[in-house]
């Protein structure tokens, strides 16, 4: 497990990988897809739309993982010393912003047909959409620093700030939105899901998954290149 | 007091300078010598334990810097190249703020003196921003006194100044000096200061 | 002893340097007001609504004014060598960070907490929510203090981008800004949300000092 922290190893490692990570989201992407137009049903309540579920969850998951990952790294790019950990937030946080982007997106492209409009001020919604300004945040910390020491531990400690008040924000979020409206729109955390959507939906998760993990690769390696031209 | 061995500083994998070897004794007075950008401030932050060399070590009274940091910063004066004094009050709220800060017992009449020496006096009751660059620099040295430690780290006191003000502070070093205190300080200029040892980066 | 003479003569320090910039203070609360004003033109002059979004006003614009002095927080310190002064006098990263909080809370949090009944006359937020709002912002504003010495130590090494500090403040207070104004609306749940605002105070207390101090050591050391 040396690769997770250490770069030569990694990018070793990375280049036996990442053909067949690339190869195996293509085909996940094709049986997804395939699963989640065609061979799965549509829902009772909210027809065709419900597809839209396939792209939307996973990448919500994806956004919250991107950013349990960056927060993991970061300790240890703080705490022991890993210079990787900051290899890995400066090239991960694009990443997660645009999953989360892409949750944001379906999601009002969802809601749109099923309660009218774009958005709503449900607590779900809030939370990604400020889970989203913080990602903006740190690739703008990332941006506007001269100094890179200075720069990589900011974006650290901001995201370790980060961690311990997202689910502050998350928390008061709800129980502002139960304050003001009642519970009446979460269609959908449904508590049980047809396994005849259970099976897109767990092909389409490591599809983004495997998908993720070939462009993290890709931004890994060039911020391993471009500190090392840096460093000559 | 101060020993420095075989210290390299890299910042950014690019290498400022290696093996320097420094030993600062009391009553001594070490100049730093250099062009432009050759780490003399670098080398001055890392005596105070700002910048992490990477390799090499720095002693205070025997003991590793970074164990005896307490006892050290007790005994240290530091003036950097910048002024430190609050541009928006006068000269004389910033001599008691720093009084009180560095809870210095000097009596005002010492501090008149100095002033005198350094010519401020008439600036007294005037806000620090009307003040010129060098007279600014000069109020700066009052510190040293004010602080009255054993150790003066300074950087480029001498840019600046008149030829006037380089012979008090000239003098004040030699005072400084005959009561076993150490200076190390920087400098890209030849001056008339009688220094113990040059070390040139 | 020495270290409460230190500390004394720290706060005797940052009350003569707030003291000389006093117009300043006073200009972030003439922002506040002139906010208000700006508001009140935009919403129109209905009673009821002013009233009924009162509260909510005087929130954010208090949050918004609080975070225009940011950039005072820590800065002129660090430029011009007075942060690395006090470290080498013997105060830690971590223990400047604590006391510039208070200070700041002190020197330009307490001046709006003085203004804000003014505010609350011009709002018409009745008398008898009064006591909540004040006593959600004598929090809510250290939440703030510390959240800004955060931030605004994160931006010492930043030259290019100044803004970006006040966005970090803002996002960071949405829970505050929930509970503060949940407060002054339901005066029932008083003791509940005030215990919550506490907690966050707390939790966010912890971290300021471990963040600021490690933000004020990297700017020094690679300045």
Redesign the interface.
Same mark, same amino acid.
């Given at each position: 497990m040396k690769f997770l922290v250490n770069p030569s190893k990694f990018n070793k490692v990375a280049d036996y990988v990442f053909l067949p990570v690339l190869i195996l989201s293509i085909i996940l992407f094709s049986i997804g897809l395939i699963f989640s137009f065609y061979l799965s049903p549509d829902d009772y309540q909210q027809g065709s739309t419900v597809r839209i579920m396939y792209v939307h969850v996973p990448s919500a998951w994806l956004a919250l993982l991107t950013y349990a990952i960056m927060t993991l790294y970061s300790i240890a790019g703080l705490a022991f010393r890993i210079p990787f950990g900051f290899i890995i937030n400066t090239a991960v946080a694009p990443i997660g912003a645009v999953f989360t982007l892409i949750c944001i997106i379906s999601g009002s492209l969802w809601g749109k047909p099923m309660w009218g409009t774009w958005w709503v001020w449900d607590a779900r919604l809030t939370s990604v959409a400020i889970l989203f300004i913080i990602y903006l945040i740190i690739i703008f910390i990332n941006l506007s620093f001269e100094n890179r020491i200075v720069r990589e531990k900011v974006v650290a400690i901001f995201i370790l700030v980060g961690s311990v008040n997202l689910p502050i924000v998350k928390f008061s979020v709800d129980w502002w939105n139960t304050l003001h409206q009642p519970a009446t729109i979460s269609k959908l955390s449904k508590p049980s899901i047809d396994p005849s959507m259970m099976t897109p939906l767990i092909i389409m998760t490591f599809a983004f998954i495997m998908m993720g993990i070939a462009i993290a690769i890709l931004r890994i390696k060039t911020e391993i290149i471009s500190r090392k031209s840096y460093l000559s | 007091m101060i020993i420095v061995k075989d210290l390299s500083i890299e910042r950014s994998n690019k290498k400022i300078f290696e093996n320097v070897n420094l030993s600062l004794g009391s009553g001594k007075i070490i100049l730093l010598k250099g062009k432009n950008g050759s780490g003399k401030t670098t080398l001055l932050k890392a005596l105070l334990n700002l910048i992490e060399p990477s390799s090499g070590a720095i002693y205070w009274k025997g003991k590793l810097l970074k164990k005896n940091l307490n006892n050290f910063f007790n005994n240290v004066t530091y003036i950097a190249d910048r002024t430190s004094s609050l541009s928006k009050l006068s000269v004389k709220e910033n001599i008691k703020i720093w009084k009180k800060i560095f809870l210095s017992n000097i009596s005002n009449s010492q501090v008149e003196n100095i002033l005198k020496t350094l010519k401020l006096d008439i600036y007294l009751d005037q806000k620090v921003n009307s003040l010129s660059f060098g007279e600014t620099k000069k109020l700066e040295f009052l510190r040293l006194i004010i602080e009255n430690k054993k150790v003066w780290i300074l950087d480029e006191p001498l840019s600046n100044l008149d030829n006037e003000s380089i012979d008090v502070i000239a003098q004040t070093f030699e005072d400084h000096r005959s009561k076993e205190g150490s200076i190390i300080f920087s400098s890209h200029q030849e001056s008339e200061i009688n220094v113990s040892e040059e070390v040139l980066l | 002893m020495?270290i409460l003479? @230190?500390i004394? =003569? !720290?706060y005797? /320090?940052e009350y @003569? +340097?707030n003291l =000389?910039?006093f117009q300043d203070i006073l200009t972030n609360i003439i922002f506040f007001f002139v906010s208000i004003f700006i508001f009140i033109f935009s919403i129109g002059p209905d009673k009821e609504t002013i009233s009924n979004i009162g509260i909510s006003i005087v929130w954010t614009l208090l949050l918004l004014s609080s975070t225009l002095s940011l950039r005072k927080f820590y800065q002129d310190d660090f %430029?011009?060598?007075?942060l690395? &002064? #006090?470290h080498?006098?013997?105060l830690s990263f971590g223990f400047i960070a604590i006391l510039k909080t208070f200070s700041h809370f002190i020197f330009v949090q307490v001046p709006f907490l003085l203004s804000i009944p003014i505010a609350c006359i011009l709002l018409n937020i009745a008398d008898d929510k009064l006591i909540y709002l004040f006593s959600s912002f004598a929090i809510g504003s250290f939440i703030l203090s510390c959240l800004g010495s955060?931030s605004s130590s #994160?931006n010492l #090494?930043?030259? /290019?981008?100044f803004l +970006?500090g006040s966005? &970090?403040v803002m996002? !960071?207070s949405?829970?505050i800004i &929930?509970?503060s104004v949940?407060i002054a609306n339901?005066e029932e749940d008083f003791n509940s949300l005030i215990s919550i605002l506490f907690g966050?105070l707390l939790?966010v207390f912890a &971290?300021n000092p471990w963040?600021s101090g490690?933000?004020l050591k990297? =700017?020094? %050391?690679?300045n």
């Open positions: - | - | 020495i003479n @230190k004394i =003569s !720290f005797y /320090r @003569k +340097l =000389s910039g %430029e011009n060598g007075n690395l &002064i #006090m080498l006098n013997g955060i #994160m #090494m930043n030259q /290019r981008n +970006l966005v &970090i996002i !960071f949405v829970p &929930i509970f949940g339901l966050i939790i &971290i963040a490690l933000c990297l =700017s020094l %050391e690679n």
